[in-house]
């Protein structure tokens, strides 16, 4: 249940957990095993594993590949609340795992579908972030900012404004970019341009950037007149490791759910405002009477409507669960024939989905959903690991399924190549090997 909020009780709340965190850290910090060489880095991100988003178990393989190669590795962030909160794992407030220090502050957890909500979360993250992990404990470390949340990265021009600080900025999700395509805030009005002008602050600021694609790095120079050389093109990854092909019929949730006989098309993550499903469903539709299943997993803002839809249409082919705990993960998406991955038109550069790794990872082929000159187009159809299917195209989406449960040998085939592609250019040993080396640069303030 939401809780309703004054303004007195949002300052008391973040008050409470300022103070909260200040004291945890007097108790618990800890003096770093002294070195002569490491890299010292603080990786920065309001998520982090084990809660749900993409972005914290990212950059949870990120610390550790960081580590592996020898860097001295710190990540601060939030207890678990991205997800709804019977998501929320309980962990250790610090710890030390494979070479990483983690530091998990008391942040407020208020749901994030209300925007005071959301903002007093964000709140009470940034501020003991700031004044007591960056200003006072900068010296002789890189950090890396995320944009999670959209104001983290100013963090790091604020503190450099006033001292030595050098920091890197990792481009996730563009604000405000995004919240001007959803139509929360109007283009060219007061906060749009406002936000600008801090990413610019923010960006030009930073020692390096890092971003997911080519279309983020046209978009971050064109904006903000930022120097191409210090922009670096890193894509995510899945550890091929941790995610492997699995035969339908021997996965737990195929079985069951009855997906092992039907042929089943999976979608997982975040069902979010800008994702289009109507068409998905238009197919679905299509496929009633035919030997097929649609399955979604996850949460977002377009869950309750999703689930509504299924009911009005009847569509008994189709499947709604939430989020997939991590251990059960594998098993989930190893139970389908065949993943769909999907980025709305006019997004492009302002996010990039890094559930395509994840997909690849699993040795499935991959249906694909984005504007035709969409950087995912090019990723799936130009390395034959799937299909590519317009936005709006439910009769192309059918002739894809149809094709793939007609010709289930070359299903298998494109699935093979996605596992190659996977471990030979998405790994975290390819990225993270990459990442060493901006942040190499950043602390060396070129």
Same mark, same amino acid.
């Given at each position: 249940?939401?809780?309703?909020?004054?303004?007195?009780?949002?300052?008391? *709340?973040?008050? !409470?957990?300022?103070?909260?965190?200040?004291?945890? #850290?007097?108790?618990?910090?800890?003096?770093?095993?002294?070195?002569?060489?490491?890299?010292?880095?603080?990786?920065?991100?309001?998520? =982090?594993?084990? #809660?749900?988003?993409?972005?914290?178990?990212?950059?949870?393989? @990120?610390?550790?590949?960081?580590?592996?190669?020898?860097?001295?590795?710190?990540?601060?962030?939030?207890?678990?609340?991205?997800?709804?909160?019977?998501? +929320?794992?309980?962990?250790?407030?610090?710890?030390?795992?494979?070479?990483?220090?983690? &530091?998990?502050?008391?942040?407020?957890?208020?749901?994030?579908?209300?925007?005071?909500?959301?903002?007093?979360?964000?709140?009470?993250?940034?501020?003991?972030?700031?004044?007591?992990?960056?200003?006072?404990?900068?010296?002789?470390?890189? $950090? &890396? =900012?995320?944009?999670?949340?959209?104001?983290?990265?100013? /963090?790091?021009? $604020?503190?450099?404004?006033?001292? !030595?600080?050098? =920091?890197?900025?990792?481009?996730?999700?563009?604000?405000?970019?995004?919240?001007?395509?959803?139509?929360?805030?109007?283009?060219?009005?007061?906060? #749009?341009?406002? +936000?600008? +002008?801090?990413?610019?602050?923010?960006?030009?600021?930073?020692?390096?950037?890092?971003?997911?694609?080519?279309?983020?790095?046209?978009?971050?120079?064109?904006?903000?007149?930022?120097?191409?050389?210090?922009?670096?093109?890193?894509?995510?990854?899945?550890?091929?490791?941790?995610?492997?092909?699995?035969?339908?019929?021997?996965?737990?949730?195929?079985?069951?759910?009855?997906? /092992?006989?039907?042929?089943?098309? @999976?979608?997982?993550?975040? @069902?979010?405002?800008?994702?289009?499903? #109507?068409?998905?469903?238009?197919?679905?539709?299509?496929?009633?009477?035919?030997?097929?299943?649609? /399955? $979604?997993?996850?949460?977002?803002?377009?869950?309750?409507?999703?689930?509504?839809?299924?009911?009005?249409?009847?569509?008994?082919?189709?499947?709604?669960?939430?989020?997939?705990?991590?251990?059960?993960?594998?098993?989930?998406?190893?139970?389908?024939?065949?993943?769909? /991955?999907?980025?709305?038109?006019?997004?492009?550069?302002?996010?990039?989905?890094?559930?395509?790794?994840?997909?690849?990872?699993?040795?499935?082929?991959?249906?694909?959903?984005?504007?035709?000159?969409?950087?995912?187009?090019?990723?799936?159809?130009?390395?034959?690991?799937?299909?590519?299917?317009?936005?709006?195209?439910?009769?192309?989406?059918?002739?894809?399924?149809?094709?793939?449960?007609?010709?289930?040998?070359?299903?298998?085939?494109?699935?093979?190549?996605? *596992?190659?592609?996977?471990?030979?250019?998405?790994?975290?040993?390819?990225?993270?090997?990459? =990442?060493?080396?901006?942040?190499?640069?950043?602390?060396?303030?070129?």
């Amino acid at each position: 249940m939401t809780r309703k909020l004054s303004f007195s009780s949002i300052l008391s *709340r973040i008050s !409470r957990y300022s103070y909260r965190t200040t004291m945890a #850290d007097a108790t618990n910090e800890q003096t770093p095993t002294l070195s002569s060489t490491p890299m010292k880095v603080v990786i920065l991100n309001h998520y =982090y594993a084990p #809660d749900v988003a993409s972005s914290g178990h990212l950059l949870f393989e @990120l610390a550790e590949e960081l580590a592996r190669l020898g860097a001295d590795v710190q990540v601060v962030t939030s207890r678990p609340s991205y997800g709804p909160p019977e998501s +929320w794992q309980e962990c250790p407030r610090r710890e030390m795992k494979n070479g990483v220090d983690t &530091l998990r502050m008391n942040v407020t957890r208020f749901n994030k579908d209300s925007i005071i909500g959301r903002l007093v979360n964000i709140v009470s993250f940034l501020v003991p972030l700031t004044f007591f992990h960056v200003l006072p404990k900068r010296k002789g470390k890189v $950090f &890396l =900012y995320t944009t999670n949340p959209p104001f983290l990265g100013f /963090v790091g021009g $604020f503190s450099s404004f006033l001292f !030595r600080h050098n =920091y890197a900025v990792l481009l996730h999700d563009a604000y405000p970019d995004i919240a001007v395509w959803l139509g929360k805030i109007k283009k060219n009005g007061f906060i #749009d341009r406002f +936000w600008h +002008w801090c990413n610019k602050f923010m960006y030009n600021r930073a020692k390096q950037i890092i971003v997911l694609s080519e279309a983020a790095k046209e978009l971050v120079i064109k904006h903000y007149d930022t120097d191409p050389e210090r922009i670096h093109i890193i894509p995510n990854w899945a550890d091929p490791e941790d995610l492997k092909p699995m035969e339908k019929k021997d996965c737990t949730f195929a079985k069951e759910h009855d997906l /092992v006989e039907p042929f089943t098309l @999976l979608y997982s993550g975040n @069902l979010g405002l800008y994702y289009k499903f #109507d068409m998905i469903l238009d197919a679905a539709e299509q496929l009633k009477d035919e030997n097929f299943k649609l /399955v $979604f997993t996850g949460a977002g803002g377009q869950r309750d409507a999703l689930e509504q839809q299924i009911k009005e249409r009847n569509l008994t082919n189709t499947l709604l669960f939430g989020y997939t705990p991590q251990e059960k993960f594998n098993d989930a998406l190893g139970s389908c024939d065949c993943l769909m /991955v999907s980025i709305a038109e006019g997004i492009d550069g302002i996010s990039f989905p890094s559930k395509l790794y994840t997909c690849l990872s699993i040795g499935k082929p991959i249906v694909a959903f984005s504007a035709p000159e969409s950087e995912l187009r090019t990723k799936v159809e130009g390395n034959n690991v799937g299909y590519w299917v317009a936005l709006d195209d439910p009769d192309g989406l059918v002739a894809c399924v149809r094709e793939m449960m007609a010709n289930p040998e070359k299903a298998k085939a494109m699935g093979e190549r996605a *596992r190659i592609l996977l471990e030979t250019e998405y790994s975290i040993e390819a990225s993270g090997g990459k =990442y060493f080396e901006v942040l190499k640069l950043t602390d060396s303030g070129v």
